[in-house]
């Protein structure tokens, strides 16, 4: 566990250290076709009690809260849940995916836009666990990341894991979810350049599980 930390916590201070150029780059960029995926596919009523894992400085919280729901930041940077904090207006916890403190069978949603790919493969299934933990029975899972080979490491001062769909839904499916939907971005492009992979997931329980 020492050596995961030693990965992510290098990875934090790298945005702690660009985080305002990190927030001018990306302000901007439009992802309301996976805020959208994760909204959909959300069968219970409205408004949603929603987590944004890894939220940055802020923008998704601010768009999720616009449109009228109940959403809640983590990030591990502390820099990013000041940002987040005053940008969005919402509450905003201090945690590294590796070390999650969620409630159980809170949310409704969880949100992980460009975020779970920093989690050394080695780390993921109970990060993975934890975030089903923490959603309502029939809750959805949303992830966005740099699709690639299965490989993972540095590039630059960030550490990734950059998993295909067939990988990344063992994964996901061992923590107890189904695959609900996936898709590429940006959308209408041929696929060498589409460089994201989305997917959607529902949390699933054992019967006698959910019946408790």
Known sequence: MDKIQDITQATLRHYEATAEQFFA???????????AALLQAIQSTAPYRLLDLGCGPGRDLKAFKA????PVGVDG?????????????CEVWQQDFVGLDLPARHFDGIYANAS??????????????DLHAALK????LFSSN???DNREGWTGARYGSYHDYPAWERYVTAAGFEAVEHYYRPT????????????VWRCVRERTEARA
């Open 67 to 70: 449109l009228g729901h109940e």
């Open 116 to 129: 779970l790919f920093h989690v050394p493969r080695a780390a993921l299934p109970q990060v993975l666990r």
């Open 25 to 35: 780059g990306t302000i901007d960029h439009d992802v309301s076709q996976n805020i």
């Open 146 to 148: 740099p699709r690639g």
């Open 188 to 199: 209408g492009l041929p696929r060498e350049q589409q460089p994201w992979l989305a997917s």
């Open 137 to 140: 029975t029939g809750g959805v």
């Open 77 to 89: 940077s502390a820099r990013f849940v000041e940002m987040a904090r005053a940008y969005s207006g």
